[in-house]
């Protein structure tokens, strides 16, 4: 096979070919219909059973015993993030917690600043994939990836928009958890996938039982990654292939539902049906008391709108943690209202000086950085405003609207600031001192 395009994809290949194809080539755009190929569904489920049977019993050893993941970023995830975390806290859940995320224009340097006094390190998932490759990685993918590459043995994850209603502390102590390893949450109404959908995964043990085999809602899991770490790899794998899967189940949690039955695994899940508040999916643990509030459908907003609603537990808190981020933050990533003082000397030396603003094989103007972050000579839709973050030890220039970057610049040995733009072209760019 000397094309390995998807859109070399047929429905007449065989599946030997197919698997080959969907190894090798990028995944998607696929043909219409693809995933309804009686050669995609057998492909899918031959390549399921051979990494099922390679899977091993994870043997590593842990940083740390504990710990909560988040996966979010931007403007649309950070507000809730920041509402969630600070009802963990709150509460008094002392845990490590990380927040994962999918590169550096979902979290800024000043970002991580806010969140650290919160015991919070935020990671870069883009860098960690550099080391673990993953074949899709671009949304709901990130949860069972972060899970399982968390330092953490046993694994608290929560949703950007899932807040405890309590601490959080005592569910690592809970018997069901202690006994089957994992806890998931059943799904609003408690809904059941198809005896066709566990079929096509090649599940026959649950497709003759699928009446009594309740969806998994994700907002909210723990997992013992020594006891789990198949059940947990086998759900990447399905997330990874999420090109194929996501076209048969909804998302991510249907992922963790099938690694776990695809190796004949259980689970623990309360048995008390999830309610639902106006926007919100209410949870509850294994004495019908409830856990979490999963806000799925009014995500909290930094620019206001949210509806109220006070017989959800904790939301004048929430309301109130909201009305803190909005005095610290205007929701402009890489936009850095309170610099260090290692920052501010780099912005003292940038204000006031004149560049010549070159994208290569496009356009040159002079430009120059204004005081207060404005740019004031040669400024354009795309060039308004300017900032400096020191990231990893790197000074950084940003060049942007007035409500995202365009460009961030870093300065080479001779005094040249050198980047690219962020959206449409992306072209380089050349950032020149025209005087001093």
């Known amino acids: 096979m000397d094309n390995l395009s998807p859109a070399s994809a047929r429905q007449d290949m065989s599946v030997e070919e197919m698997i080959h194809l969907i190894d090798n080539a990028p995944p998607g755009p696929w043909p219409p219909g693809w995933a309804g190929w009686a050669n995609v569904n057998e492909a899918h489920r031959r390549m399921a059973v051979a990494f099922a049977d390679s899977l091993r019993p994870g043997r590593h050893a842990y940083p740390q015993e504990r710990g909560i993941v988040i996966a979010g970023g931007g403007l649309k995830y950070f507000p809730s993030v920041w509402?969630?975390?600070?009802?963990?806290?709150?509460?008094?859940?002392?845990?490590?917690?990380?927040?994962?995320?999918l590169g550096k224009g979902e979290i800024d340097p000043y970002l991580r600043r806010l969140l650290k006094p919160l015991g919070v390190e935020c990671v870069d998932a883009r860098e960690v994939e550099k080391e673990h490759p993953c074949r899709i990685l671009c949304g709901w993918e990130l949860k069972p990836f972060s899970t399982l590459h968390s330092?953490?043995?046993?694994?608290?994850?929560?949703?950007?928009?899932?807040?405890?209603?309590?601490?959080?502390?005592?569910?690592?102590?809970?018997?069901?958890?202690?006994?089957?390893?994992?806890?998931?949450?059943?799904?609003?109404?408690?809904?059941?996938?198809?005896?066709?959908?566990?079929?096509?995964?090649?599940?026959?043990?649950?497709?003759?039982?699928?009446?009594?085999?309740?969806?998994?809602?994700?907002?909210?899991?723990?997992?013992?990654?020594?006891?789990?770490?198949?059940?947990?790899?086998?759900?990447?794998?399905?997330?990874?292939?999420?090109?194929?899967?996501?076209?048969?189940?909804?998302?991510?949690?249907?992922?963790?539902?099938?690694?776990?039955?695809?190796?004949?695994?259980?689970?623990?899940?309360?048995?008390?049906?999830?309610?639902w508040n106006q926007h919100t999916i209410v949870q509850w643990d294994f004495r019908g008391q409830q856990m979490f509030n999963h806000r799925c459908q009014d995500k909290w907003k930094l620019g206001g709108g949210n509806r109220r609603n006070n017989s959800l537990a904790n939301e004048e808190l929430c309301?109130?943690?909201?009305?803190?981020?909005?005095?610290?933050?205007?929701?402009?990533?890489?936009?850095?209202?309170?610099?260090?003082?290692?920052?501010?000397?780099?912005?003292?030396?940038?204000?006031?000086?004149?560049?010549l603003y070159r994208r290569v094989g496009h356009d040159e103007r002079p430009m120059r950085l204004e005081p207060q972050g404005k740019v004031g000579e040669g400024a354009a839709e795309c060039e308004r405003r300017w900032d400096v973050n020191i990231d990893d030890g790197r000074t950084i220039l940003t060049l942007g609207r007035l409500d995202r970057p365009t460009c961030h610049l870093q300065r080479n040995g001779d005094a040249v600031w050198k980047g690219q733009w962020l959206e449409h072209e992306r072209m380089p760019i050349e950032f020149i001192p025209l005087e001093g």
């Open 83 to 101: 509402v969630g975390i600070h009802l963990v806290r709150h509460f008094g859940c002392k845990l490590p917690i990380q927040l994962w995320h």
């Open 319 to 355: 309301f109130n943690f909201l009305a803190e981020l909005r005095k610290r933050w205007d929701g402009v990533l890489w936009h850095n209202p309170e610099p260090t003082p290692e920052e501010q000397e780099a912005i003292t030396a940038l204000a006031g000086r004149r560049f």
């Open 151 to 275: 330092p953490f043995e046993e694994v608290l994850f929560l949703d950007a928009d899932c807040g405890p209603c309590r601490d959080v502390t005592e569910i690592f102590t809970w018997p069901e958890y202690l006994d089957k390893g994992a806890i998931f949450w059943p799904d609003y109404g408690c809904w059941q996938l198809k005896r066709d959908v566990w079929e096509i995964f090649d599940i026959p043990e649950v497709a003759a039982r699928w009446q009594s085999e309740v969806a998994f809602e994700s907002g909210q899991y723990l997992i013992n990654k020594t006891r789990c770490w198949r059940e947990l790899r086998m759900a990447l794998w399905y997330a990874e292939h999420s090109d194929f899967v996501f076209r048969i189940v909804y998302g991510d949690k249907e992922c963790f539902h099938l690694g776990w039955r695809k190796l004949g695994s259980d689970y623990a899940m309360p048995a008390k049906a999830p309610g």
